[in-house]
C-alpha cells in the first residue's frame, strides 16, 4: 500500500524547536525553504499533507496557508485523536500514513504510522522508535529529507520530474 497522507509536527521537525518573542510579544519562527519545496512537490504528485502540532501559532496558520496544505490543526494535545479523525474523512488507513516528530508529544502519532521518521535531533524515545531516523536536524532540512525519502521508496521520481516540467 502507497503512503497517501504525510502528518508533520512543527516545533522541532518543520523548525528548529526555538521559539523567539520579540519585546512587542510577537512570536518568531524561521522554517526551511527546502521543506516547503519538497511539501509543495509531495502535494503536486497528488499525496495530502497534514500539520498537527501542540502549540497554537498564526505563524503556523501562514506558513500552512502559503503552501497549500489544506488540513493543518494547532494546540492539539491528543494528536492521536486527531490523526483518527483525519484519516476518517480521508477514508484511509495507517497503512497509508508516513508521520514525522520529534519528541513524546508526537509518540502515538508515530507509533501508528506504517513509516516514522526523526529528525537527528529528536528526543532518544522518539528517536527509539521511528522506522527511520534522518541525517538533517529539525527546521535544518529533516521534511525534505523525509519526503525525498518516500519519493524514492515509493518510486515517484519520475513522476516528480513531470510534475515540475513546464508546461
Do not use: C, H
Request: aromatic residues 8%; proline residues 1%; charged residues 30%.
Amino acid at each position: 500500500m502507497s503512503i497517501e497522507l504525510i502528518v508533520l509536527d512543527v516545533d522541532g521537525t518543520m523548525t528548529d524547536s526555538r521559539i523567539s518573542y520579540l519585546e512587542s510579544g510577537d512570536e518568531v519562527k524561521s522554517f526551511n525553504v527546502k521543506d516547503g519545496l519538497g511539501i509543495v512537490s509531495w502535494m503536486r504528485l497528488g499525496k495530502k499533507v497534514a500539520i498537527i502540532t501542540g502549540r497554537s501559532s498564526k505563524i503556523v496558520a501562514r506558513r500552512a496557508k502559503e503552501l497549500g496544505i489544506e488540513y493543518y490543526y494547532q494546540g492539539i494535545k491528543d494528536k492521536r485523536k486527531v490523526l483518527n479523525e483525519l484519516l476518517e474523512k480521508l477514508d484511509i488507513s495507517y497503512d497509508q500514513v508516513a508521520t514525522i516528530g520529534d519528541d513524546l508529544n508526537d509518540y502515538t502519532m508515530l507509533q501508528d504510522a506504517a513509516i516514522s521518521f526523526a529528525p537527528k535531533d529528536a528526543s532518544g524515545e522518539v528517536e527509539r522508535i521511528a522506522t527511520v531516523t534522518l541525517s538533517k536536524k529539525g527546521g535544518d532540512g529533516a521534511v525534505r529529507e523525509m519526503i525525498d525519502y518516500l519519493i524514492e521508496k515509493e518510486g515517484l521520481t519520475k513522476e516528480l520530474y513531470r510534475a515540475w516540467s513546464v508546461k
